[in-house]
């Protein structure tokens, strides 16, 4: 079982309060995703979690039972870092087998898990390699196997991709979310990456200086934002922002619409822009287009338009997808 329900948990270095309160529930077998800019306290909420911080105030329960001055050995949780933390001396099996080694397990036991784990992670032609020998990912999934052989309520990984380069973390992705679908074990993964959290979570939490934006699932976070904070921070590109006349209009103070929502054309449209900038990507490009009375715009239109830098565009925005916020930022329904 790995349920797992946060009460008005708060915590406060010094003067400095860095999560004013946060009530949330992870149910088991979810993948859920802590995402938001740098310095939003997503990290610190794990380590919470985890007790590797203590709580200021408010009840972290695990299963039903209160750990909130538990030891983090105590509360059945793995936990997968950024840095690998692997013994350089010893081989692949050795580092895995490590955590089963202390609990002083026996040893026909801890081959068997070892063993499973392996073979879950392909990592069964290096157990007798040393960290040195493998690469990023493989280091990586080694970190990983030493968390699964120890069978925890939940799996806690902070930022583990991001030392790896995009290619690899793209691997990686798919390869922590299947493991995800083998194990059915609870996962809490922390990210900057809204790529991230958009792909692998079955449960968003947008955090933004401490405070819980939204929670949801991922299309439920881009079709409807709660806030001009979450319609900005999901998607990518992110979504485009206008103003005055450009939303009163819609009766609202802002309205938000995203780049595949707009349509181009050469002839007429709703706004007219100048392309400053054209990221031809093969399937897509995206168009940066300088709108008078806006300001920048991005479009995502067919790779194959012939659209270059000072070309006079017309864009039109998908009346149905058009989002309204009022003068607080707040979505208008």
């Not at 939003?40 to 794990?46: D, F, I, V, W």
């Not at 054309?265 to 822009?273: I, L, N």
Request: net charge neutral; proline share 4%.
């Amino acid at each position: 079982m790995g349920n797992i329900r946060l009460k008005n948990v708060s915590k406060s270095f010094a003067a400095t309060t860095v999560i004013p309160g946060i009530d949330l529930e992870i149910k088991d077998g979810e993948f859920v995703v802590f995402v938001g800019p740098s310095g939003c306290g997503k990290s610190t909420l794990l380590r919470i979690i985890a007790g590797l911080e203590d709580a200021t105030s408010g009840h972290i329960e695990i299963d039903g039972r209160d750990v909130t001055n538990e030891a983090p050995a105590k509360r059945g949780l793995a936990m997968v870092f950024q840095s690998y933390a692997l013994y350089p001396h010893m081989t692949v099996r050795n580092n895995i087998a490590f955590p089963l080694k202390m609990a002083k397990m026996e040893q026909a036991a801890v081959d068997k898990k070892v063993t499973e784990a392996a073979r879950v992670l392909n990592l069964t032609d290096y157990l007798d390699r040393r960290p040195g020998q493998l690469s990023g990912g493989q280091r990586q999934r080694v970190a990983i196997g030493r968390a699964i052989v120890r069978e925890p309520s939940a799996f806690l990984f902070d930022e583990p991709l991001s030392n790896l380069d995009a290619a690899l973390r793209g691997t990686m992705r798919l390869e922590i979310s299947e493991l995800h679908n083998q194990l059915k074990t609870t996962m809490i993964y922390v990210t900057h990456d809204q790529v991230e959290a958009m792909t692998m979570a079955d449960k968003i939490v947008v955090l933004n200086a401490g405070n819980i934006e939204q929670v949801g699932s991922p299309l439920d976070l881009y079709h409807k934002p709660n806030n001009l904070f979450v319609a900005g921070f999901i998607g990518s590109p992110r979504m485009n922002f206008a103003t005055g006349t450009f939303a009163s209009g819609y009766d609202a103070h802002t309205i938000g619409v995203r780049p595949e929502h707009l349509k181009l054309s050469r002839e007429s449209g709703t706004w007219t822009g100048k392309v400053s900038v054209a990221e031809h990507l093969g399937a897509d490009t995206f168009l940066h287009i300088q709108v008078e009375g806006i300001g920048q715009v991005t479009a995502r239109i067919a790779g194959d338009v012939p659209v270059h830098h000072g070309d006079t565009v017309y864009l039109t925005p998908d009346e149905a997808r058009i989002h309204k916020f009022n003068e607080k930022g707040m979505a208008i329904r």
